[in-house]
């Protein structure tokens, strides 16, 4: 044995072994100085955070989170990857989504993508889309044997797949050199507008597909109309198995193998800023595909080809620039988990049609994850994570509890009709709006670190919607009807309506609470007006008048709310204040109207004081 020379560097193992107790007792002391009297597995508990779904993550994870054996990458149950290298190779493929109506303008900005680092297309065609018409003109100039094409056509995917044909054809690409997805998805188009289609056309691409096109995939099994519709990551990954079982049954029942069958579905998946979340999700969705491959009797037909898209759900209007950050950490969490396809929605989606900028932005974003940052060198770079292997295992059980509810209504289609999946992602939503309204789930630049100066960013409105189906929703929506109403004022009066800071006290007594006060408040388009100079009750009222405001809130600390805040609360009642607010805990003050704090409902705040300031 080598005995290496005393250089002054310690090495980890001439320490002692620390015991999972030991650090339990730590943790029991911390809480109990923050007031919580817990000890051995409560304490651990107590630090846990809860997630949808009925799960929580741990503070801690150790060699003791036992999860199923992940197999190795490109083998069953394809937890590691659907292949043996991964992304490896050649990195993931970068697919930016198109979906302007105009072909010539598609064109232009399908050619500047696959010059400037994109590998596939993803067109929106359609209604409101690229008119099938038009599909030839947009794709003018495309090697189609290089960049392949995944089409979007809701109702229409049947004649857009027979004019990407004919294309085909005309450019004398070979049928094997085709490559891409149809993208044929009856159920997920129902799910979206309402309206029922025949899956008879889409069996009939597929078997198409699997008999000349090899390199082609007839159908798309979306799951993003019910992340969109405010659904969990189980219930994304129980809706898109029950899709794809249905649709395994119209293949198989057409005549084609299960082989064939699951060789003509590609997956499509929401990626979000919960990024151990996103790695966990992906890899379960392998891991469940690749179970009912087997019990369908075609286990090596079981690797679930995947396509991340940066979840619109998380994009916010206001401050739309650090959506740039939330889209970078879902694309590193679509990456580490092991997607084939990722696409990454530009900054500026919720606005309307991208500009180039944005459009750069969005690429580029791949760009650097894959070449600067090296992320596909590495097979499964989560793996062996105590953390993500026990989340991907829980995962994976929610999931599959969530299929077998839908299996037990009588399968996708049936699910959806019968409204137990709109129920069923309703009541998820609501109590992550109970969250966002609480602030418990922050939105930076939106319900946390708003900024009321900043200049809107304008944009082409995007295609219309069609109506029926799932609602979508948005993180920001309640807060965005707030700040809406602001807006609205600022344009009809010239001002926004104001709140006045009551601070009491030295700086050290009232700036945290005056912080808070007005990041809430601004949360709602209400400008805070901040004295920092109120010293009594008579200083405070004066202020009070000349600020402009009409409703008011004390700023202090808890000893000078006992001395000072019934006073100067009277005060300011008495100079015009139709309201008064104290941040800090509910107490029983007879001229303190309400109280702001930590976990307080701030959605319901602010929109009774824009009522009452008469702020329509």
């Given at each position: 044995?080598?005995?290496?020379?005393?250089?002054?560097?310690?090495?980890?193992?001439?320490?002692?072994?620390?015991?999972?107790?030991?650090?339990q007792?730590?943790?029991?002391?911390?809480?109990?100085?923050s007031?919580?009297?817990?000890?051995?597995?409560?304490?651990?508990?107590?630090?846990s955070?809860?997630?949808e779904?009925?799960?929580?993550t741990?503070?801690?994870?150790?060699?003791?989170?036992?999860?199923?054996?992940?197999?190795?990458?490109?083998?069953?149950?394809?937890?590691?990857?659907g292949?043996?290298?991964?992304?490896a190779?050649?990195?993931w493929?970068v697919?930016?989504?198109?979906?302007?109506?105009?072909?010539?303008?598609t064109?232009?900005?399908?050619?500047a993508?696959?010059?400037?680092?994109?590998?596939?297309?993803w067109l929106?065609?359609?209604?409101?889309?690229?008119?099938?018409?038009?599909?030839?003109?947009?794709?003018?100039?495309?090697y189609?044997?290089?960049?392949?094409?995944?089409?979007?056509?809701?109702g229409?995917?049947?004649?857009?797949?027979?004019?990407?044909?004919?294309l085909?054809?005309?450019r004398?690409?070979?049928?094997?050199a085709?490559?891409g997805?149809?993208?044929?998805?009856?159920?997920?188009?129902?799910?979206?507008?309402?309206?029922?289609?025949?899956?008879?056309?889409?069996?009939?691409?597929?078997?198409?597909c699997?008999?000349?096109?090899?390199g082609?995939?007839?159908?798309a099994?979306?799951?993003?109309?019910?992340?969109e519709?405010?659904?969990?990551?189980?219930?994304?990954?129980?809706?898109?198995?029950?899709?794809?079982?249905a649709?395994?049954?119209?293949l198989?029942?057409?005549?084609?193998?299960?082989?064939a069958?699951?060789?003509?579905?590609?997956?499509r998946y929401?990626?979000?800023?919960?990024?151990?979340?996103?790695?966990?999700?992906?890899?379960?969705?392998?891991r469940?595909?690749?179970?009912?491959?087997?019990?369908?009797?075609?286990?090596?037909?079981?690797a679930?080809?995947?396509?991340?898209?940066?979840?619109?759900?998380?994009?916010?209007?206001r401050?739309?620039?650090?959506?740039?950050?939330?889209?970078?950490?879902a694309?590193?969490?679509a990456?580490?988990?092991?997607?084939?396809?990722v696409?990454?929605?530009?900054?500026?989606?919720?606005?309307?049609?991208?500009?180039?900028?944005?459009?750069?932005?969005?690429?580029?974003t791949?760009?650097i994850?894959?070449?600067?940052s090296?992320?596909?060198?590495?097979?499964?770079?989560?793996?062996?994570?105590?953390?993500?292997e026990?989340l991907?295992d829980?995962?994976?059980?929610?999931?599959?509890e969530?299929?077998?509810e839908?299996?037990?209504?009588?399968?996708?289609?049936?699910?959806?009709?019968?409204?137990?999946?709109?129920?069923?992602?309703?009541?998820?939503w609501?109590?992550?709006?109970?969250?966002?309204?609480?602030?418990?789930?922050?939105i930076t630049?939106v319900?946390?670190?708003?900024?009321?100066?900043?200049?809107?960013?304008e944009?082409?409105?995007p295609?219309?919607?069609?109506?029926?189906?799932?609602?979508?929703?948005?993180?920001?929506?309640?807060?965005?009807?707030?700040?809406?109403?602001?807006?609205?004022h600022?344009?009809s009066?010239?001002?926004?309506?104001r709140?006045?800071l009551?601070?009491?006290?030295?700086?050290?007594?009232?700036?945290?609470?005056?912080?808070?006060?007005?990041?809430?408040?601004?949360a709602?388009?209400?400008?805070?007006?901040?004295?920092p100079?109120?010293?009594?009750?008579?200083?405070?009222?004066?202020?009070?008048?000349?600020?402009?405001?009409?409703?008011?809130?004390?700023?202090?600390?808890?000893?000078?709310y006992?001395?000072?805040?019934?006073?100067?609360a009277?005060a300011l009642?008495?100079?015009?204040?139709?309201?008064?607010?104290?941040?800090?805990?509910?107490?029983?003050?007879?001229?303190?109207?309400?109280?702001?704090?930590?976990?307080?409902?701030?959605?319901?705040?602010l929109?009774?004081?824009?009522?009452?300031?008469?702020?329509?």
């Amino acid at each position: 044995m080598t005995v290496l020379p005393d250089d002054g560097l310690s090495l980890a193992a001439e320490f002692p072994d620390a015991t999972h107790e030991q650090w339990q007792r730590l943790v029991e002391g911390v809480l109990r100085k923050s007031g919580k009297d817990v000890s051995g597995p409560a304490a651990e508990e107590a630090l846990s955070t809860a997630l949808e779904d009925g799960l929580s993550t741990r503070p801690l994870y150790t060699a003791r989170d036992a999860a199923p054996d992940a197999g190795y990458p490109g083998f069953a149950p394809f937890v590691r990857g659907g292949t043996v290298a991964g992304t490896a190779p050649s990195g993931w493929d970068v697919r930016q989504r198109h979906a302007t109506a105009d072909p010539a303008r598609t064109n232009e900005t399908v050619l500047a993508d696959l010059e400037n680092g994109v590998t596939s297309l993803w067109l929106g065609v359609g209604p409101g889309a690229l008119p099938v018409s038009g599909l030839a003109r947009a794709l003018e100039g495309v090697y189609l044997d290089l960049a392949p094409v995944a089409l979007d056509a809701g109702g229409e995917f049947e004649p857009a797949a027979r004019a990407l044909f004919r294309l085909y054809e005309e450019r004398g690409v070979p049928k094997d050199a085709a490559r891409g997805t149809l993208g044929a998805d009856p159920i997920g188009h129902e799910a979206r507008t309402g309206e029922r289609l025949d899956p008879a056309a889409a069996v009939e691409l597929a078997r198409l597909c699997g008999q000349e096109y090899p390199g082609l995939r007839a159908l798309a099994v979306d799951a993003l109309p019910y992340h969109e519709a405010g659904g969990s990551a189980a219930q994304e990954l129980g809706a898109s198995l029950a899709t794809a079982v249905a649709y395994l049954r119209e293949l198989t029942d057409a005549g084609l193998d299960v082989e064939a069958a699951c060789a003509q579905l590609e997956f499509r998946y929401a990626a979000t800023a919960d990024q151990f979340l996103t790695i966990a999700k992906l890899r379960a969705a392998r891991r469940l595909w690749a179970r009912v491959a087997e019990v369908c009797g075609a286990p090596d037909a079981g690797a679930q080809r995947q396509h991340a898209v940066t979840s619109p759900v998380m994009m916010s209007r206001r401050d739309p620039w650090v959506n740039m950050l939330r889209t970078t950490v879902a694309c590193l969490g679509a990456g580490v988990g092991g997607a084939d396809s990722v696409t990454v929605l530009p900054f500026d989606h919720s606005l309307g049609l991208p500009d180039a900028f944005a459009r750069r932005i969005a690429r580029n974003t791949s760009t650097i994850l894959l070449e600067e940052s090296h992320l596909a060198r590495v097979i499964d770079p989560a793996g062996g994570s105590w953390y993500v292997e026990r989340l991907t295992d829980e995962l994976a059980h929610a999931g599959w509890e969530f299929f077998q509810e839908i299996e037990r209504a009588g399968g996708q289609a049936a699910a959806l009709r019968s409204g137990l999946i709109g129920e069923r992602l309703a009541a998820t939503w609501a109590k992550r709006s109970e969250k966002l309204a609480k602030r418990r789930e922050p939105i930076t630049g939106v319900s946390e670190f708003p900024n009321l100066t900043e200049r809107p960013v304008e944009r082409e409105a995007p295609p219309v919607q069609a109506p029926g189906g799932l609602p979508r929703v948005r993180r920001d929506e309640a807060y965005e009807i707030l700040r809406s109403r602001s807006d609205a004022h600022l344009a009809s009066t010239g001002a926004r309506p104001r709140v006045f800071l009551a601070a009491l006290g030295p700086a050290a007594a009232h700036t945290a609470r005056a912080s808070f006060a007005s990041n809430l408040f601004q949360a709602g388009g209400i400008e805070a007006v901040h004295d920092p100079a109120t010293v009594d009750a008579t200083t405070a009222a004066e202020a009070f008048k000349t600020s402009g405001a009409t409703v008011a809130c004390l700023c202090s600390s808890d000893a000078l709310y006992e001395e000072q805040a019934d006073e100067v609360a009277k005060a300011l009642k008495s100079a015009g204040a139709g309201r008064v607010f104290l941040a800090g805990r509910p107490a029983e003050r007879p001229d303190v109207d309400a109280y702001v704090f930590a976990g307080c409902d701030a959605v319901s705040v602010l929109s009774s004081t824009l009522d009452h300031m008469g702020v329509a």
